[in-house]
């Protein structure tokens, strides 16, 4: 029988990796669910090419071209937040979650009380609810699978083994484009040489969370939420060549690895096909031209955003949500050209330290949190402009 696609972001950098697979096996995949934040065209035709049955946009006010586009065509057009979760919870077994930040909590969190199978991109959506996500996950019987190339690489690495043989999860960043930097070229790096990833094709958003390595500090949240490992068992280690994935080391010293050409088509596609295997078209590795693989310790002293990510997950209750949401503010001002690259961090710490708020309960209370912070960040900016 075929699996029953939806994708939540399906025009993004995911939401194509995505789709590109699906469409190279139509007789595993049908895609019955599409969904857009603005690109109608895009998602208009990414939905008569597959045949999806619904095509979701997310901002109202673009509803009457996707109807217009759609037109005889079988698929229903819709908009706004309830569609977006009938996106997620209709006639879909299997759901990728690939919207770019809190924005995509709500319809994640619906496919996961829905007792989908999650495919699990939207790495906001845990760092901000991952308790609350991993047990609706278990009331529901929701699978979530990781997509992040790292947690898929130790997905992988534990696939077998039990929770007790584990002893430390290691994940790799590559460094990203400041990983050379001096302080002086990092305070004057541009939006354009921040999204400029040297290894991996992204969006804007997770491309500056690269550079500031704030990608690595919510990869550390989402690790522990989705392997349920304390803080301490999980280090990070720089690792340029963007090769191993990700490492797990068991109580026996034994260390297993994923590694791969750098496409997230690899993860993908192990989610799509879990608990099988499917062809990908990514580039193989040559380990001969590769020739040699490294290794360092990050720099805390210029990216301060790994301790603080840190920080916030050690010291629980809404941490997480205001280190997510400061954060998201910040990387919008920043690629809008508003502040330095390096007060993306320096924002992101000033909203940790002044606002400590009790840990959310309920979605609801996260989405709470998640708005007033953004207010809080924007109040004090604008009182000292003023
Ligand atoms: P992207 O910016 O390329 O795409 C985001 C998608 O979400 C688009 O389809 C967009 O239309 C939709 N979207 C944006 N804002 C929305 C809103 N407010 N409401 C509804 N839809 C909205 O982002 P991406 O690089 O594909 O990343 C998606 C998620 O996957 C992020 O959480 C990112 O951290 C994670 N991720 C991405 C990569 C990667 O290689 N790109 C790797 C690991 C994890
Ligand atoms: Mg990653």
């Known amino acids: ?10 025009t993004g950098s995911i939401g194509r990796s995505t789709l590109d697979l699906v469409e190279r096996a139509p007789e595993r995949f049908e895609v019955v669910a599409l969904t857009a934040r603005r690109n109608v065209s895009e998602l208009a035709n990414a939905a008569l090419r597959t045949g999806a049955r619904l095509a979701v946009i997310a901002d109202p006010d673009c509803l009457t071209e996707l109807s217009r586009l759609l037109d005889g065509s079988g698929c229903k057009a819709a908009a706004g937040p309830d569609a977006l979760i009938a996106a997620a919870t209709g006639e879909a077994d299997w759901v990728m979650a690939a919207i770019v930040g809190c924005a995509g909590l709500l319809p994640t969190m619906a496919a996961a009380e829905a007792g989908k199978t999650v495919a699990l991109a939207n790495k906001e959506a845990l760092v901000t609810a991952g308790g609350l996500m991993t047990d609706a996950a278990k009331r529901s019987g929701a699978t979530l699978l990781p997509v992040d190339s790292e947690h898929n690489a130790i997905f992988q690495c534990l696939a077998g083994s039990r929770s007790e043989e584990i002893a430390r999860l290691v994940l790799t960043a590559s460094g990203g484009p400041f990983r050379l930097a001096t302080e002086q070229q990092l305070r004057e790096a541009t939006p354009a040489e921040a999204v400029a990833h040297p290894k991996w094709s992204m969006g804007a958003k997770i491309s500056v969370d690269s550079a500031t390595l704030m990608n690595k500090g919510l990869e550390l949240i989402e690790a522990h939420y989705l392997f349920g490992l304390p803080p301490e068992k999980i280090d990070i280690v720089v690792h340029p060549q963007s090769v191993v994935h990700s490492l797990v080391e068991f109580i026996d010293g034994s260390l297993l690895a994923q590694l791969g050409s750098a496409d997230m088509r690899i993860p993908i596609s192990y989610a799509l096909g879990w608990p099988e295997r499917i062809p990908t078209p990514a580039a193989r590795l040559d380990l ?3 020739g040699r693989l490294d290794f ?15 920080q916030a997950l050690e010291s629980g209750g ?5 280190l997510n949401a400061a954060n998201e503010v910040a990387v919008e001002l920043f690629l809008a050209a508003r502040i330095a690259f390096t007060e993306i961090a320096s924002i992101v710490e000033e909203a940790l330290e ?13 989405m709470e949190l998640d708005c007033e912070t953004r207010a809080r960040v924007m109040a004090s900016l604008k ?3 003023a």
């Open 288 to 290: 001969v031209e590769l």
């Open 318 to 322: 809404g941490a997480s949500v205001v």
């Open 354 to 366: 002044s606002f400590a708020a009790p840990g959310p309960a309920t979605i609801a209370d996260v």
């Open 1 to 10: 029988m075929k699996k029953k696609i939806a994708i939540l972001g399906a």
């Open 383 to 385: 009182a000292s402009c």
């Open 296 to 310: 360092e310790a990050p720099d805390p002293k210029r990216f301060p955003a790994l301790r603080l990510a840190r």
